[in-house]
Every structure is written in C-alpha cells, then in structure tokens.
C-alpha cells in the first residue's frame, strides 16, 4: 500500500481563532484530526497538545488506541498545570496503517472518518455526540438533529477525564480508496452527497482538502474546518525507485519505509578514512554535480509552470505546481478578476481540471474562460475589464464575532 495525503484547515468565517489541528506525518504514516474546545486558548492548546502527543507515542512504538490514551493524558494533565487550561478538551479521530491492506482508526468525539470508495461514502466512525446518541436511540430525527440547539455538546473528549474510551475500527483499504478525516466544521456546513462531490473533484488530496473548506466557507464557514485527504495508491512496482520522475510529476512524497517494528541496530563499521584529499574529491564532486543538476531541473520546472486554480472565490494564475514541488510552493502569478462565484459550474469544473504548462497556456485558459463567462452573462461589462475584488478580506471572521462554544 502507499499512501498519498493532503490537508487543508481554515478559521472559517464566524470563530476569532482556529481551535483546530491536524497531522499528516507520511513517515509514520499517521493521519489525524483533532477539534479543541475550551475558553481563551485552552481549544487551541488541547488539539495541537493531543496531536503531538499521539504522535510522539505512535513515533515509540505505541499502538494506535494506546497512543490516544497517552493523547488524553497530556490534555488532562496539562490543563492541571494551568488554571486558564482548565475545562479544555479536544476531539481526535486518527488512521494508522496497520498492514498491506488494512487501515486501522481511533476515534473520541464527533470529527469523522469517512471512505470514499466506487463513488460512494460510508461514514466510519460515530459521533460521540448527544444528538447522534438520541438518533441513535430513536429519540431525535436526523432532520431534528441537525438544527438542535445543543447539537455541538459531545459526549466523549479527549482530556477531560484521566480515562477515555476509544473507539477502534478496522478498515480494509485497496487502491482507490480515498480517507476523508474532518472537524465537525465541514460536516455542519455540508451534507454528506455534498462532502462526496466535492471530495471527488481533484484526484491531488491537497486539493480535494481545499475543495472540501472552501465549500464549508461558502455555505457558511460556522466553524473552524479541518481536513485531511488520505489517498490509498497502488504500491510501486518492486526495484522501480524513480525519485525524479515523481518529482517531475509534482508529487515527490519521500518513500515511506515498510511499516515493520524496529529492527535491533547493528553496530555500525568503521568507516574507511579517505587517503587523500583528491580521492575524497573524486567521490564527491560527481555527486554534488548529480545532486545541483537535479535541483537546478526540477528548479527550472517549478518556476516555468503554470496553473489557473481557485484562491478562495478568485481565479488565479499560480507560478509552479499544485502541491508544491521539493519545497517550492506556488506562487500568485495573477489574479485574474474572474470570481468562482460568478462562474458556471461547468466553468468552475473545468477550471479544476485545467492542468499545468506554460504561461500563455494559462492565460489562454483565462481568457476563453473569460470570453465564456461574458457570453453566458447579461452585463455590459467588457471582458478586458477587471473587475476591483470588492472583498478581498473574506477569510476574515467579521469584527462583532466573538467568543466560541
Ligand atoms: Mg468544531
């Protein structure tokens, strides 16, 4: 199995701050999501403290269900440190690779594992919410559920007890599968055949992770959103190691070592000490050669491709390749003035589907995207005209916005 993984997070519209963390750690090949809660920083502390706590045990060999526990402890133990800490929780749902085709998932609290496979969704983990508990019992309809006043009191927290019962599912995974793990922020927001759609719109997880909070925005963005799209792949051929190729393709993920227990170390051999300086030399200059003519190439092609994409509701020219590219990330080349909310969704698709290559490429794309969208309009407006973003500040939460839950 190998596994390709994105994530996305955003304050969303209405909240002061994100209280939200999440990790994606492809070495350990450990996924998660945790949604804080508690007053002044206490949400924000909670998350990123169990987050880095289960990752730190699974990084010791701890088991998944284990290492949430130890996520507990930290929580609870730290917001016994500090009266301001005091009440702070956290949920934490999390997917480790348990074998060649089994994904296990540890869960507490009402973020969510989803599987997308053969076009379908199936929700993996339950809410440990009260509402759900009463739909579960029969007591609430899910229509009830989902406008009820006290829809986002949980059940079940991570560091608010020194105990914690957690979930464990196991899940078979073969290529194709596509893992959506995500805060409470985008599933309020967006229905499940909503959360399906639009996971699917972009085969890069990355992008399917923006995709998924910006629609969470555009429906409301009530709460902070968290996402992390994990890509079940085939497993590459045996003895076919094309680290440039993958690097060319913009997808360069460092290949994961096998999920095997650690070995017993040998003691290391003494090294053979180079005679003489020519010789070191002679071993090292082709190498940094090797090495400076790869960074130079895959230099040169982050810095002469280009993408058009969405940057919240603007359609941009983006220098570089989606996802980034050994450390280069996209730049804004353009914007160009067109707005996602002004397009067809014939329009928005095929912008999402538009690609990468040249700068006149993507201007080209541009501009027929532009001549469509005036046809298609009944303004006046001419399509050289660029329109002044009249809200350029709409990831900022309005300044009335106070407080969380
Ligand atoms: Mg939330």
């Not at 993984?5 to 999501?33: C, H, I, K, Q, T």
């Not at 719109?201 to 555009?218: G, I, K, S």
Request: charged residues 25%; negative net charge.
């Amino acid at each position: 199995m190998r596994i390709d993984a994105g994530a996305s997070s955003d304050v969303g519209r209405l909240r002061p701050g994100n209280e939200d963390s999440f990790l994606v750690d492809d070495r350990l090949a450990l996924y998660a999501v945790a949604d804080g809660m508690g007053g002044h920083q206490g949400g924000e502390v909670a998350s990123a403290t169990a987050i880095e706590a289960l990752r730190a045990a699974v990084a010791g060999g701890q088991a998944l269900d284990a290492a949430i526990t130890r996520a507990n402890s930290a929580v609870f133990e730290k917001a016994a440190t500090d009266s301001a800490l005091t009440g702070m929780g956290t949920t934490l749902t999390a997917v480790a690779i348990l074998g060649e085709s089994t994904l296990l998932i540890g869960h507490v609290g009402d973020s969510r594992a989803y599987r997308i496979r053969d076009a379908a969704l199936e929700q993996i983990t339950e809410d440990h919410s009260l509402v759900e508990e009463l739909v579960r019992e029969g007591r609430l309809s899910p229509e009830e559920a989902k406008v009820h006043p006290r829809r986002s009191v949980i059940t079940r927290t991570i560091g608010i007890d020194p105990d914690v019962q957690v979930d464990l599912y196991t899940v078979d995974a073969r290529t194709g599968d596509r893992i959506v793990i995500c805060s409470d922020g985008l599933t309020t927001m967006l229905a499940d055949d909503e959360v399906l759609r639009i996971a699917q719109l972009d085969t890069d997880p990355r992008l399917a992770a923006d995709h998924l909070v910006d629609a969470a925005n555009e429906a409301g963005g009530e709460d902070n959103i968290t996402v992390v799209v994990v890509d079940v792949l085939e497993a590459p051929p045996p003895g076919a190691p094309d680290p440039e190729v993958l690097a060319l393709e913009g997808r360069a993920r460092t290949p994961r070592p096998k999920a095997a227990p650690d070995l017993p170390t040998m003691p290391e051999p003494r090294r053979p000490k180079w005679r003489t300086f020519g010789g070191a030399l002679m071993f090292v200059l082709p190498v940094v050669l090797i090495v400076g003519v790869g960074f130079g190439a895959v230099n040169w092609y982050a810095h002469h491709t280009y993408f058009v994409a969405f940057k919240g509701d603007d359609v941009v020219v983006y220098r570089g390749v989606p996802g980034g590219i050994l450390g280069w990330q996209p730049t804004v080349e353009t914007t160009t003035g067109l707005r996602r909310s002004k397009l067809t969704q014939d329009a928005i698709d095929s912008v999402k589907a538009s690609g990468k290559g040249s700068l006149e490429r993507a201007q080209q794309f541009v501009a027929n995207l532009e001549a469509a969208t005036t046809t298609t309009t009944t303004t006046t407006t001419s399509p050289s005209t660029t329109v002044p973003n009249p809200t350029t500040t709409r990831r900022s939460p309005p300044t009335t916005a106070k407080g969380g839950p």
